[in-house]
């Protein structure tokens, strides 16, 4: 199924949020639906499209998958109840880590997070408010990297030939299909959004599990969480449309007190992007990663190497996993 995409300087916001309101209203058909809320800037805007169109018949759920930024659950809640949108916390994090036990390859992680999701926790959600759709936020990016088969988007389904009712029991509404990120920001302003909403960093749906490279564990997540904590830091005053901390698997030799110390190995990637299609490194001052390293090295028990990544997209992607 292909999409006919809005460029972001095509768009109109207000007549788009219009024809979404009545969009979302006719597809409920009355009922209730439920908004899968991460707290990206994607999904932020479709809760609060569904908001507006459907008020207290919205049932809005932010899974805690464990694999979320430091305190990212708390945050958002609190961010929406400004918004009069109420917002409830389902704890799955153990459900998420059993599913990727042992798994090393980056398809079959995506994979096992996505069944987890749809399958699993939302499946429960649906049946038990009795909704019969699940509103999220997918993207036209998210659908030409999964038919470009460039990565399996976690939020792709119908446009390759998945069909949501039979595989989980329940329909699938995306409203912002038409869109990339610069268009959806322009939604977001018009819908009222805080600008912490519309204009933060984009971050995936797999969330860090696509940040670390080999299994996810708890103890890997919790690595990458503190290195994700000093990246996000330095560089939220930078322009840049992305930015990041990767574990990497093997670990490599390093000197710790005069002796050898095998450690692990983080990396670091800063992107400048409009949309996502295609993306170079931002060419940050020597003295701004010097101060990056220094904070990972000291900060992130063993680690012994921090790197920065060169490569663009293409053909590099702006995501590890």
């Known amino acids: 199924m292909k999409h006919r995409g809005i460029e972001a300087k095509d768009l109109k916001p207000k007549k788009f949020i219009d024809e979404k309101v009545r969009e979302i209203r006719e597809i409920a058909g009355g009922g209730i639906a439920i908004s899968a809320l991460s707290g990206g800037v994607d999904s932020s805007v479709v809760t609060a499209l569904a908001h507006r169109a459907l008020g207290r018949k919205l049932k809005t759920y932010l899974i805690d998958n464990g694999i979320m930024r430091e305190g990212e659950p708390r945050k958002v809640k609190a961010l929406f109840a400004e918004l009069g949108i109420p917002v409830t916390i389902v704890n799955a994090r153990q459900a998420f880590f059993d599913a990727m036990r042992g798994i090393t390859d980056p398809e079959l992680k995506r994979e096992a997070i996505t069944q987890t999701f749809y399958k699993k926790v939302f499946r429960e959600l649906v049946l038990k408010s009795k909704a019969t759709t699940l509103l999220q936020g997918t993207i036209l990016t998210d659908v030409e990297e999964t038919a470009a088969g460039i990565k399996r988007q976690h939020n792709v389904f119908e446009q390759i030939g998945i069909d949501p009712r039979k595989a989980f029991g329940y329909r699938i509404s995306e409203p912002l299909i038409e869109l990339r990120k610069d268009g959806v920001r322009k939604v977001g302003i018009a819908l009222g959004l805080q600008k912490s909403l519309f204009d933060r960093i984009p971050f995936p749906g797999p969330a860090l599990a696509a940040r670390v490279i080999g299994e996810v564990t708890p103890a ?94 293409p053909p590099s992607t702006i995501e590890a996993i």
């Open 220 to 313: 890997k997540i919790a690595l990458v969480r503190r290195a994700t904590v000093i990246v996000e830091e330095e560089l939220q005053k930078t322009k840049a449309f992305q930015y990041m901390a990767i574990l990497h698997e093997d670990r490599v030799t390093g000197i710790r007190e005069g002796r050898r110390d095998f450690g692990l190995q983080i990396e670091v990637r800063c992107w400048d992007s409009v949309d996502a299609r295609t993306a170079s490194p931002t060419r940050l001052p020597w003295s701004k990663l010097e101060r990056i390293a220094s904070r990972i090295l000291e900060g992130v028990p063993g680690v012994v190497s921090v790197t920065y990544n060169l490569a663009t997209k």
